[in-house]
């Protein structure tokens, strides 16, 4: 028993919340204003988009994919969220209920295409993120939605607990929750990671793995349709810029989320609070180094070398633990 | 093993350039103005570029990895150089070495680093994509550099003689060359191929695989760095956003031209064969006037349609040596 807690010390999520905390002192001494209930609340809305984007890349690296298309998925859902409330005139709930479907539905036809040609879904998911965004900036001809429902917009504006923290950042920690939940205890989300940890040993052993990547890519975009919700009710209005040129600006954090978190790109491996970890750490630094002013311009560049170094870290770890955990 | 009279039809390129030739004559019929001397020389510009950020990332393909900061290098090369001919006064020539050193440098640094930590490529290019971009915005702070020297600026304008070829497309031709006799005729090349096919047997048979994925990376890098100069010449500025978009085009015409991502089997010819495709139906769907925004869903369709072709011909193939497993 008392093995329990140099286990929990080596954990990558151990060192992930050493160096959140490290982060918060550093920049709350450093900078004026990290602490300031007006950033705190920014900083909980950011970091709940976050959180959820690295979900949607975290649940397709399970597979020993990727999806490049997430952004695209994202704002092909918000914009059809957009046309669903504005033109359409549907209420809030069932949108949201379309919007969500949406996402799924795109998410599924990665899956599809990406299963029945044996394709890697790098490929598969950079040629459907160029077909999503064309077709949604053909079809929305790029003019965006500003008149939504106030119900809707207003959900993004809220604070909780004395005005700190956005109900969207509950949102993200409870999706993580069912999320943990799902791969831990459920027979179908042990079928998820026995799929993508070996996908020949699982087929044998009577797991679907073709159903089981066509699920993984449905719940990636469905989890971008709900990011993408997240994000629409922050801004009020459904914007086709509003991931960038094609959706790649998701990229970077959904990436960043799911590798600094510990899950392993071959697949088979995750975690879903070190993902949340991943998002918070990035999002207190990205915020951090805007306070500290280094320019808005090295931002990038400060990303990248985070980005590398928590990778090389994480590969020093795996070389003096030698431990594998599948789901911690 | 016999060589059958089909072997033509196995070729990668052979198909291709039965597309490229059906394409383009179908096309000229309906428009004529597609084979106009105007029409030409806008199409050889863009496949100029697009044939080296093709290699650039078929390269990397070849040994079963990615590179994603193909347009980063791209980008940072275009802005350093035109950047130090328009601050420092740099005359071309050195600005030229300075962007293949800074070119070659970041190449050098994919590879080393992909080696030394054992992580993916797809990561580690990740990571210096948004490095060496963050590099380029914070020199430039978003800002282009518009001051470019005259003899830079006619060389992406000029055509030889009267003829509607540009002078930005000699390069390309002689790289595409050269990249097919390395892929071909060298042992580097072909160790490169050996190992994108199999890394445990390349390694057991003695290819060393750092000394693989490091040239690799480096090569491409250069390519890339080239890739970025000639866009300066054609753009007569050095902007930031230079190399942003050439993700998609880098992975399609190797694809389209029958490369399989896992490594190992790449084709020159037919990766320029897949550049020209790309180029021609653009350029088609900007004759008959359609949406650009559709020029995007092409793209993306040529990818899938690329992948299905590979994928039936792959099934084919197999199905075949079953049948001649007694021969």
Same mark, same amino acid.
């Given at each position: 028993?008392?093995?329990?807690?140099?286990?929990f010390?080596?954990?990558?999520?151990?060192?992930?919340?050493?160096l959140?905390?490290?982060?918060?002192?550093i920049?709350?001494?450093?900078?004026?204003?990290?602490?300031?209930?007006?950033?705190i609340?920014?900083?909980?809305?950011?970091?709940?988009?976050?959180?959820?984007?690295?979900?949607?890349?975290?649940?397709?690296i399970?597979?020993?994919?990727?999806?490049?298309?997430?952004?695209?998925?994202?704002?092909?859902?918000?914009?059809?969220?957009?046309?669903?409330?504005?033109?359409?005139g549907?209420?809030?709930?069932? /949108?949201?209920?379309?919007?969500?479907?949406?996402?799924?539905?795109?998410?599924?036809?990665?899956?599809?295409?990406?299963?029945?040609?044996?394709?890697?879904?790098?490929i598969?998911?950079?040629?459907?993120?160029?077909?999503?965004f064309?077709?949604?900036?053909?079809l929305?001809?790029?003019?965006?939605?500003?008149?939504?429902?106030?119900?809707?917009?207003?959900?993004g504006?809220?604070?909780?607990?004395?005005?700190y923290?956005?109900?969207?950042?509950l949102?993200?920690?409870?999706t993580?929750g069912?999320? %943990?939940?799902?791969?831990?205890?459920?027979?179908?989300?042990?079928?998820?990671?026995?799929?993508?940890a070996?996908?020949?040993?699982?087929?044998?052993?009577?797991?679907?793995?073709?159903?089981?990547?066509i699920?993984?890519?449905?719940?990636s975009?469905? &989890?971008?349709?709900?990011?993408?919700?997240?994000l629409?009710?922050?801004?009020?209005?459904?914007?086709?810029?509003?991931?960038? @040129?094609?959706?790649m600006?998701?990229?970077?954090p959904?990436?960043?989320?799911?590798?600094?978190?510990?899950?392993?790109? /071959?697949g088979?491996?995750?975690?879903?609070?070190?993902?949340?970890?991943?998002a918070?750490?990035?999002?207190?630094?990205?915020n951090?180094?805007?306070l500290?002013?280094?320019?808005?311009?090295?931002?990038?560049?400060?990303?990248?070398?985070?980005? &590398?170094?928590?990778?090389?870290?994480?590969?020093t770890?795996?070389?003096f633990?030698?431990?594998?955990?599948i789901?911690? | 093993?016999k060589?059958t009279?089909?072997?033509?039809?196995?070729?990668?390129w052979f198909?291709?350039?039965?597309?490229?030739l059906l394409?383009?004559?179908?096309?000229a019929?309906?428009?004529?103005?597609?084979?106009?001397?105007?029409?030409l020389?806008?199409?050889?510009?863009?496949v100029?570029?697009?044939?080296?950020?093709?290699?650039? @990332?078929?390269?990397?393909?070849?040994?079963? @990895?990615?590179?994603?900061?193909?347009?980063?290098?791209g980008? &940072?090369?275009a802005?350093?150089?035109?950047?130090?001919?328009?601050v420092?006064?740099?005359?071309?020539?050195v600005a030229?070495?300075?962007?293949?050193?800074?070119?070659?440098?970041?190449?050098?640094?994919?590879?080393?680093?992909?080696?030394?930590?054992g992580?993916?490529?797809?990561?580690?290019?990740?990571?210096?994509?948004?490095?060496?971009?963050?590099?380029?915005?914070?020199?430039?702070?978003?800002?282009? %550099?518009?001051?470019?020297?005259?003899?830079?600026?006619?060389?992406?304008?000029?055509?030889?003689?009267?003829s509607?070829?540009?002078?930005?497309?000699?390069?390309?031709?002689?790289?595409t060359?050269?990249?097919?006799?390395?892929m071909?005729?060298?042992?580097?090349? =072909?160790?490169?191929?050996?190992?994108?096919?199999?890394?445990?047997s390349?390694?057991?048979?003695?290819?060393? /695989?750092?000394?693989?994925?490091?040239?690799?990376?480096?090569?491409?890098?250069?390519?890339?760095?080239?890739?970025?100069m000639?866009?300066?010449?054609r &753009? @007569?500025?050095?902007?930031?956003?230079?190399?942003?978009?050439?993700?998609?085009?880098?992975f399609?015409?190797?694809?389209?031209?029958?490369?399989?991502l896992?490594?190992?089997?790449?084709?020159?010819?037919a990766?320029?064969?897949?550049?020209?495709?790309v180029?021609?139906?653009?350029?088609?769907?900007?004759?008959?006037?359609?949406?650009?925004? %559709?020029?995007?869903?092409?793209?993306?369709?040529?990818?899938?349609?690329a992948?299905?072709?590979? =994928?039936?011909?792959?099934?084919?193939?197999? /199905?075949?040596?079953?049948?001649?497993?007694?021969?």
């Open positions: 028993m008392n093995k329990k807690i140099p286990n010390v080596f954990t990558n999520q151990f060192g992930l919340l050493c959140v905390v490290t982060f918060i002192l920049f709350s001494t450093v900078t004026d204003g990290f602490t300031s209930r007006f950033n609340f920014a900083l909980s809305r950011v970091v709940a988009i976050d959180i959820m984007i690295g979900l949607a890349m975290m649940v397709v399970l597979t020993g994919g990727l999806n490049l298309a997430l952004g695209a998925i994202g704002v092909c859902a918000a914009m059809f969220g957009g046309w669903c409330m504005e033109t359409m549907i209420p809030v709930i069932p /949108s949201i209920f379309l919007i969500l479907g949406m996402g799924s539905f795109l998410g599924w036809v990665n899956g599809m295409i990406t299963v029945k040609t044996g394709v890697h879904s790098f598969v998911t950079l040629a459907t993120m160029s077909i999503y064309g077709l949604m900036t053909m929305t001809e790029a003019e965006a939605f500003r008149r939504l429902p106030e119900t809707f917009t207003e959900f504006s809220m604070k909780l607990f004395k005005k923290i956005s109900p969207l950042l949102l993200s920690l409870a993580c069912a999320l %943990f939940y799902l791969f831990k205890y459920t027979d179908i989300g042990r079928k998820l990671i026995a799929a993508g070996n996908p020949d040993a699982a087929e044998l052993s009577g797991i679907s793995v073709n159903t089981m990547f699920y993984c890519h449905v719940l975009g469905f &989890l971008a349709a709900m990011a993408a919700i997240m629409t009710t922050r801004i009020g209005a459904a914007i086709p810029s509003m991931a960038g @040129q094609l959706g600006d998701w990229l970077l959904a990436f960043l989320a799911p590798v600094i978190g510990g899950t392993l790109l /071959s088979g491996k995750l975690s879903v609070f070190g993902t949340m970890l991943g918070v750490l990035v999002t207190l630094i990205t951090g180094l805007y500290i002013d280094v320019g808005e311009f090295w931002i990038r560049f400060f990303l990248g070398i985070i980005l &590398l170094i928590a990778v090389l870290l994480d590969k770890r795996e070389f633990t030698l431990k594998s955990v789901v911690s | 093993m060589i009279q089909s072997s033509l039809l196995k070729k990668d198909g291709l350039l039965i597309v490229v394409s383009g004559t179908f096309i019929m309906l428009k004529p103005a597609f084979l106009s001397a105007f029409n020389y806008v199409l050889m510009v863009s100029s570029y697009m044939l080296i950020i093709a290699l650039s @990332q078929m390269i990397i393909i070849a040994i079963g @990895q990615m590179n994603l900061s193909v347009g980063a290098i980008g &940072l090369v802005i350093s150089f035109s950047g130090v001919m328009e420092y006064q740099i005359s071309v020539p030229i070495c300075i962007g293949l050193v800074i070119g070659t440098v970041c190449g050098f640094l994919n590879g080393y680093i992909t080696v030394k930590s992580i993916s490529a797809f990561i580690i290019t990740l990571a210096t994509l948004y490095i060496f971009k963050g590099i380029n915005l914070g020199i430039t702070e978003a800002e282009p %550099f518009y001051e470019i020297p005259e003899t830079v600026k006619n060389f992406g304008n000029a055509k030889i003689g009267t509607p070829i540009p002078y930005l497309i000699i390069i390309p031709v002689i790289i060359f050269l990249m097919w006799v390395f071909n005729r060298t042992e580097t090349g =072909r160790h490169m191929l050996a190992y994108g096919n199999s890394v445990q390349a390694e057991l048979i003695g290819i060393s /695989s750092s000394k693989v994925v490091v040239t690799a990376h480096v090569i491409s890098g250069f390519l890339a760095a080239i890739a970025g000639l866009v300066v010449c &753009l @007569q500025l050095g902007t930031p956003n230079i190399g942003d978009s050439w993700l998609l085009p880098s399609a015409a190797p694809v389209i031209g029958g490369a399989i896992a490594g190992g089997k790449v084709d020159v010819i990766t320029a064969l897949g550049v020209l495709i180029a021609i139906i653009s350029q088609a769907l900007v004759i008959f006037k359609i949406d650009p925004f %559709f020029v995007q869903i092409f793209l993306g369709v040529m990818i899938l349609l992948v299905f072709v590979n =994928r039936y011909r792959e099934y084919k193939q197999e /199905s075949s040596k079953k049948i001649f497993n007694n021969d």
